[in-house]
C-alpha cells in the first residue's frame, strides 16, 4: 500500500504515517501526503495518482499547518512510528516492507561525506522512464525554497532541479539528459574560461582583491615564538584541493618556516593524505622538516564526529595516539608539549564553513587559543560575524586569499608557480565575464517574455 | 628524503596523475550527458574511497586503539580493570551489537520480518551516540556562537553615541533579520491573527524580509558558484596546461604524427 511522499519543507521521501520528517525534522502529522507526491508502490503501477489541485501558492499553511487557527493535534502516535530514516534499529518490523526503494535525491549515509558526487541514480537501458507522476511538489513556491535552502547551505542545485522547479509536470526533463538542456550556458562558460587559460592575459604585476583577514593571520603566525605548538585541523579532501592547495600552500610554508611544531589532525578520510601531500609540496628544506621527531606530526584520522572534539580541546595528546602510518606519536616533542600546554595556534584548513564552525564551538572555547582559518572562497561569508566578534583572528580564504598572503610573505614566487596563478586568475576573469553577460541577457530575455506575456 | 616524502618511485606518480587524468575526463562526460562512462567513474570513486576508509579506520582507530590494547592486556590488575573496561571492553562490545544490529536490519529488509530481538539494545547505543552529538552540538553552540555574538553585540557600547556607519549598521541588520524572520514564519499564513494595527507595518516588514532574503540567496550563491569555477579551472588547467599534462600532450601528439 502507500508507503512515502516527499516532506513539504525538505523534499526527502518520508514514511506516510511519520511524525517527523527524517531529514530535516518538520513535523508532519496532519499533511495532506498526496499533495506532496505521495507515492504508492503497489497502485502506482497500476494506475497513476488522482490529480490533486496545487496547494495554494505561498500558503504556508499547507506545510505548517499548525499556523492553522483551526489545527487540532492529533493524538501522539506509538514510539515506534517515529520516522527513522538514519536510525534503522528504530524502525517497526511492518515498515520495512514498505520502504524497499524510496526515492533518493541526494548521496546519503556511507557516501555523504564524499565531496561532488551526482545523484546516485540507475542507468536505464532505452528510452528514458518518464518522470513519475505526482512524485514532485506542485507548488512552484514550495520547489523554489527548497532549492533557496540548498544554495544556503553550500549545495550547487543542478541545472535539471531548475527545471523541474519551473515546467510543467509533463514537460520534465528526463534525469538522464546530464547538463543538455541549458547546454549553451555551458558551453560558453568552458569556451570563456578556455579562452582566459589559453590566452593567458592576466598582468603579470596584477594582485588579488583578498578580504579583510589576511594580515591578521599573517601577523598571528609571524608572532608566534619559536617551536610553538599549532594544531592543525584538515578539513579538505581532494574535492577542494583545486581552490584549497593554492590557499593553503603560502600558509603552510610560512609555518615551516618559522620552524613551528606542526600537529595535523583531520576528520575527513581523505585529509591526512591531503595533508600530508600539501606539506611534501610546502616543504622549503627548513631544518624542521629533516629530522622525524621535530617533523610536522601527522596525526592521522580522527573519528567521533563533533563529540570528539571536546576531548581534542581538553586532552589533545589523550586523543591523537597514532600518526598516519600507524605509528605512535604520544612521544613526539609536539605532542609531549600538549599534555601540559595548550597549543599555540588553531590552524583549521576547510573547504566548508562548518568544519571551522565546529572547531570555534567545541575546540576554541577550551584551549583560549587563537584562531586562523584557511577556507574556500564560499565558505568565507559566513564566517565574517565570528572575525567580526574576534573568535576568528585571522581569515585566509580563497584563490585571491592564498595571493595576497604568499605576497604579504614578500616572496619572489617561483616563474612556474607565477604562470600557473596569473594563468588560472585570467581563466576566472574570462568566466566571470561570460557568467555576468549570461545573468543579464537572462534577465533581459525574462524582462521581454514577462511584457509579451 | 624527508620523513613526509612518500618514498614511493616516480612511476607511481605519473600513474596516479594518468589515472587522475581519465577519471577526469569521464567524469566531464557528464557535460555532454549523464552515461555509464560518468557513472562508473563515480562508482570507482565511491568503491575506492569506501574501501580506502575502511583500511584508515582500521589501521588508525581500531588496532592502535581497540584490538592493540585489549590483545596486549585483556585484563589489567586490580584497580585498572575498570578503566580498560570502560575505554576498551564495552566500545567493543557495543561496536558488535551495532554492527549485527546492522546486518539484521538488512536481511529483514530482504525477509521481510524476523530475528529483531537486538534492535532494542541497539537503539539504546544509538540513543546515547545521538545524544551525546546533539548534547555536545547544543552545548558548542551556545558557547562558541550564541553567547560570543551577543556579548560582541552588547559589547558595543551606547548605540546612540556609536558612529553613523555603525548605528546604521545595526539598524539595517535588525530591520533584516526581523523582516526575513517575519516572512518566514509567521506572515503569509497568520496575519489574521496579529492585531489589526500591526498588520499592515508587520506585512510591510516581512515583504522587506522577503526582498532581503532573496537578495542574500543570490550574494551567498554567487560566491559559491565562483568558488565552483576555481575548482573547474583548475581541473581544466591540470588537464591541458600543468607540466606534466603538457608533456603528456605532447607525447600522445608526436605519437600520433607519428614523430
Redesign the interface.
Known amino acids: 500500500m502507500a508507503s512515502t511522499f516527499g516532506c513539504p519543507h525538505c523534499g526527502k521521501s518520508n514514511p506516510l504515517h511519520a511524525t517527523f520528517c527524517g531529514s530535516c525534522g518538520v513535523y508532519l502529522q496532519g499533511i495532506d501526503a498526496s499533495a506532496f507526491g505521495r507515492q504508492d508502490d503497489t497502485e502506482q503501477a497500476e494506475s497513476p495518482p488522482p490529480a490533486q489541485p496545487p496547494p495554494p501558492s505561498g500558503d504556508p499553511t499547507q506545510s505548517q499547518p499548525w499556523l492553522r487557527p483551526d489545527f487540532d493535534p492529533p493524538d501522539p502516535p506509538p514510539a515506534t512510528s517515529v520516522s527513522t530514516a538514519d536510525q534503522p534499529w528504530l524502525q517497526p518490523e511492518e515498515t520495512s516492507e514498505a520502504e524497499e526503494t524510496p526515492p533518493v535525491l541526494r548521496p546519503q549515509r556511507l557516501i555523504g561525506g564524499l565531496q561532488g558526487l551526482i545523484e546516485p541514480l540507475s542507468i536505464p537501458a532505452g528510452e528514458p522512464p518518464p518522470a513519475p507522476a505526482g512524485a514532485l511538489p506542485t507548488a512552484l513556491p514550495d520547489e523554489m525554497q527548497r532549492l533557496l535552502r540548498a544554495g544556503f547551505a553550500g549545495d550547487v542545485p543542478m541545472h535539471d532541479e531548475f527545471a523541474q522547479a519551473s515546467a510543467p509536470p509533463d514537460k520534465l526533463p528526463a534525469r538522464d539528459r546530464g547538463l543538455e538542456r541549458h547546454s549553451w550556458i555551458y558551453v560558453l562558460l568552458l569556451a570563456g574560461l578556455l579562452f582566459g587559460l589559453w590566452a593567458d592575459n592576466a598582468p603579470a604585476d596584477s594582485s588579488a582583491h583578498a578580504w579583510p583577514g589576511v594580515d591578521a593571520a599573517f601577523t598571528a603566525i609571524e608572532s608566534l615564538p619559536p617551536a610553538s605548538v599549532v594544531l592543525i585541523n584538515w578539513a579538505y579532501d581532494p574535492a577542494f584541493a583545486g581552490e584549497m592547495d593554492q590557499t593553503s600552500l603560502p600558509v603552510l610554508e610560512h609555518l615551516l618556516r618559522r620552524e613551528l611544531r606542526l600537529v595535523v589532525v583531520s576528520q575527513l578520510p581523505g585529509g591526512p593524505a591531503t595533508a600530508r601531500r600539501m606539506l611534501t609540496a610546502a616543504d622549503t628544506g627548513a631544518p624542521v622538516t629533516r629530522q622525524l621527531d621535530a617533523a610536522p606530526v601527522e596525526a592521522g584520522y580522527l573519528p567521533g564526529g563533533i563529540s570528539a572534539l571536546p576531548l581534542l580541546g581538553e586532552a589533545p595528546a589523550r586523543t591523537l595516539p597514532t600518526d598516519i602510518q600507524g605509528r605512535a606519536v604520544g612521544n613526539r616533542q609536539a605532542i609531549s608539549a600538549l599534555r601540559t600546554d595548550s597549543p599555540a595556534l588553531l590552524l583549521i584548513v576547510a573547504g566548508q564553513a562548518e568544519d571551522v564552525q565546529r572547531w570555534l564551538e567545541q575546540v576554541q572555547p577550551l584551549t583560549d587559543a587563537p584562531l586562523v582559518a584557511v577556507t574556500a572562497a564560499g565558505a568565507d561569508p559566513p564566517l565574517r560575524p565570528y572575525v567580526d566578534s574576534g573568535q576568528i583572528t585571522g581569515i585566509v580564504s580563497g584563490y585571491a586569499g592564498g595571493i595576497a598572503y604568499q605576497q604579504r610573505m614578500g616572496d619572489v614566487i617561483t616563474s612556474a608557480r607565477q604562470e600557473t596563478r596569473r594563468r588560472q586568475m585570467s581563466g576566472q576573469n574570462w568566466a566571470m565575464i561570460v557568467l555576468v553577460l549570461v545573468v543579464v541577457a537572462g534577465n533581459l530575455t525574462a524582462l521581454f517574455e514577462g511584457r509579451e506575456s | 628524503m ?5 618514498g614511493l618511485p616516480p612511476i607511481w606518480e605519473s600513474a596516479g596523475f594518468v589515472a587522475g587524468f581519465v577519471l577526469s575526463l569521464l567524469i566531464f ?8 562512462l ?2 562508473g567513474a ?1 562508482y570507482l ?2 568503491g575506492v ?2 574501501a ?2 575502511v583500511v ?2 582500521w ?3 581500531l ?3 581497540l584490538i592493540g590494547p585489549l590483545i596486549d592486556n585483556p585484563a589489567l590488575p586490580s584497580g585498572e580493570v575498570t578503566a580498560i573496561l570502560w575505554s576498551n571492553w564495552i566500545p567493543l562490545a557495543g561496536g558488535i551489537l ?1 554492527w549485527l ?2 546486518i539484521g ?1 538488512m536481511r ?2 530482504r525477509t ?2 524476523g530475528g ?1 530481538w ?2 532494542a539494545p ?2 539504546l547505543l ?1 540513543a546515547l ?2 545524544g ?2 546533539l548534547g ?2 547544543i552545548a ?2 551556545v ?3 550564541l553567547w ?2 551577543v ?2 553585540a552588547m559589547g558595543e557600547g551606547d548605540l546612540l553615541a556609536a558612529p553613523p556607519a555603525l548605528l546604521l549598521s545595526g539598524l539595517l541588520t535588525l530591520l533584516v533579520t526581523g523582516g526575513a524572520l517575519i516572512h518566514l514564519q509567521a506572515a ?3 496575519e ?2 496579529l492585531p489589526f494595527p500591526l498588520r499592515p507595518l508587520l506585512l510591510g516588514w516581512a515583504w522587506l524580509g522577503e526582498r532581503a ?2 537578495l542574500a ?1 543570490g ?3 554567487a ?16 588537464l ?4 606534466r599534462a603538457a608533456e603528456m600532450w605532447r607525447t600522445l601528439l608526436s605519437l600520433v604524427g607519428g614523430g
Not at chain 2, 2 to 6: C, H, K, R, V
Open positions: 624527508t620523513p613526509l616524502d612518500s562526460i557528464f557535460i555532454v550527458r549523464d552515461s555509464a560518468v557513472r563515480q570513486l565511491v574511497t569506501l580506502y576508509t584508515l579506520v589501521s588508525n582507530v588496532w592502535p586503539r551495532l544490529a546492522g536490519q529483514r529488509r521481510s520480518g529483531g537486538l534492535r541497539a537503539a544509538l551516540l545521538v551525546v552529538g555536545s552540538g558548542g553552540a558557547q562558541g556562537t560570543p555574538q556579548r560582541r503569509a499564513g497568520a489574521q491573527r532574503l532573496w540567496a550574494v551567498i550563491f560566491r559559491l558558484f565562483a568558488s565552483r569555477v576555481t575548482l573547474l579551472i583548475a581541473r581544466v588547467d591540470a591541458l596546461f600543468d607540466q
